[in-house]
């Protein structure tokens, strides 16, 4: 039996730029290599996603059905 | 559905609901008028058309900006884009009087008309929303001063025009042209820049909001242009005193940004700091070279070439690049949801874009050096810096194309963000 890779979750609704971007690098920062990143926004991240693209990370950023984004981040 | 991701075109909370159209066509306007002012100034140099061209260019960027980026930061409310486009249009018409107005049109009077008027109504519209918003006590005071500037300064404006279509001395109208011209780039524009460039650069940047809360040299800006803006037509002193605290503010908030970036997370500088960078050089380039011009006049020219074509030109195109690809990137996005769009992080081209750069700093330099003691070869700065002003609206629109004129299966789609998944 594998063993279950970590979850952070991250909820940055409310938050103002550039706060949740930096919680997010924060928090990949000390993320497992076989952690993942789970974070709630309040809109897509487009300018945060050349940044995890250039660090190595994969990512899916979707909407949650409530006017939000829901992105998911882990490594390559 | 358009509407509803249209309405995610915010840089914050998502309940702050704002279409960006307006936005769009007001900063679209305001490049227009940025490649008439570059052509303006090859053609017939340094003239008092070419130089108000700048401002429509600046005061259009504002409108736009400010109306994207009130409910974002103040948590004001929104504007409808029609009203926008409305505004920036009569914007546009009355500042394409006044620099018709300054190539012979008889058409000074109905310039001050319009551009009063507009400025009336848009300051008077931006006081009340702002008055109405609910955070950002600071951000929302400092644009407060910079609209009552840029009210006085249009006020000011217009009893020129007044006088230079033929209702009183025009040597009264000379005589006002330097706290017209400070409060207009000083008061207005300089402490527009100032206010957004708090809240750009940690976003841009990706470094802590909590090592900007430093508001001390904004204020202290404030007030020097508020002291120059009194003292210029009549104490000395007075000049000195309000201009030392303009460059003591400026080099302060240079500073704080060069900081700001040094604690980023952003692995690569992008390219609006890198413009910031140069703009902020030229920012301080500009408050000392106007307070030596309290001693040796002739180089106020280079005051307003230093300030107009360096400073606040290439910081406003500078954060254009981010702004542009932001608003037309939503855009697309609404259009087609469901469409692999090319990544901003890669669409701006970045050679074009810091060739630009290179083009803008060597023209200014050139135009604010050459200017007041070898008028003739300071062409050569005027050409270098139209050169270079062209280059960069080609580059934004280039970026803003890439958006505007995507399709569902159109160029770029390996290199949309999802393919990384």
């Known amino acids: 039996m594998e063993p279950k890779s970590t979850i952070v979750r991250l909820d940055n609704r409310g938050l103002s730029p550039p706060e949740p971007m930096m919680r997010i690098l924060g928090a990949l920062e000390t993320l497992d290599t076989d952690g993942v990143l789970i974070a709630q926004m309040d809109r897509e991240p487009i300018f945060l996603f050349a940044e995890l693209h250039d660090r190595g990370y994969r990512y899916t950023c979707d909407p949650d059905g409530s006017g939000g984004y829901v992105l998911e981040v882990t490594r390559q | ?421």
């Open chain 2, 1 to 421: 559905m358009a509407d509803s991701l249209y309405a995610n075109a915010v840089i914050g909370d998502a309940s702050l609901r704002n279409d960006p159209r307006g936005s769009e066509f007001a900063i679209a306007l305001a490049l227009a008028f940025y490649l008439a002012g570059c052509t303006l100034l090859v053609t017939t140099g340094p003239t008092l058309g070419a130089l108000h061209a700048f401002a429509a260019f600046i005061v259009l960027t504002a409108v736009g900006a400010l109306n994207q980026l009130l409910p974002v930061l103040t948590h004001a409310p929104n504007a409808r884009a029609g009203s926008i486009s409305a505004l920036a249009l009569a914007f546009a018409f009355g500042f394409s009087l006044l620099i018709a107005g300054f190539y012979g049109a008889p058409t000074f009077a109905p310039a001050a008309v319009v551009l009063a008027t507009s400025a009336i109504v848009w300051v008077v519209w931006s006081l009340f929303r702002l008055a109405r918003g609910e955070s950002e006590r600071r951000t929302r005071m400092l644009l407060a001063v910079a609209l009552a500037a840029f009210l006085t300064a249009v006020g000011i404006g217009a009893g020129m025009a007044g006088q230079l279509a033929g209702f009183a001395e025009v040597s009264l109208a000379l005589s006002i042209a330097p706290i017209h011209a400070m409060l207009a780039i000083g008061g207005f524009a300089g402490i527009l820049v100032i206010t957004i460039s708090y809240r750009f650069v940690p976003m841009f940047a990706i470094a802590h909001a909590e090592k900007y809360g430093h508001w001390a040299p904004a204020w202290t800006a404030v007030l020097g242009v508020i002291v120059a803006a009194a003292s210029l037509t009549g104490s000395t002193i007075g000049a000195r005193l309000g201009l030392a605290s303009v460059v003591v503010a400026l080099i302060t908030l240079g500073a704080q940004h060069l900081t700001t970036i040094a604690s980023r997370l952003r692995a690569r500088l992008d390219v609006s700091l890198q413009y910031g960078r140069v703009a902020w050089t030229f920012a301080a380039g500009a408050a000392l070279t106007a307070f030596a011009a309290t001693w040796i006049t002739e180089l106020f020219p280079s005051v307003i070439a230093l300030a107009l074509l360096g400073w606040l030109s290439i910081t406003i195109l500078g954060y254009a690049y981010k702004v542009v690809g932001f608003l037309t990137w939503q855009g697309a996005k609404a259009r087609m949801p469901a469409a692999r769009l090319p990544a901003l992080g890669s669409a701006v081209d970045l050679p074009m874009a810091y060739g630009a750069l290179a083009l803008l700093t060597a023209g200014a330099l050139a135009t604010a050096a050459f200017m007041p003691f070898a008028p003739q070869i300071a062409q050569i700065g005027y050409d270098l810096y139209a050169l270079g002003g062209m280059t960069a609206v080609v580059s934004i629109a280039r970026l803003a194309a890439l958006y505007l004129f995507a399709s569902e299966e159109g160029r770029g789609t390996e290199i949309d963000h999802r393919a990384t998944r």
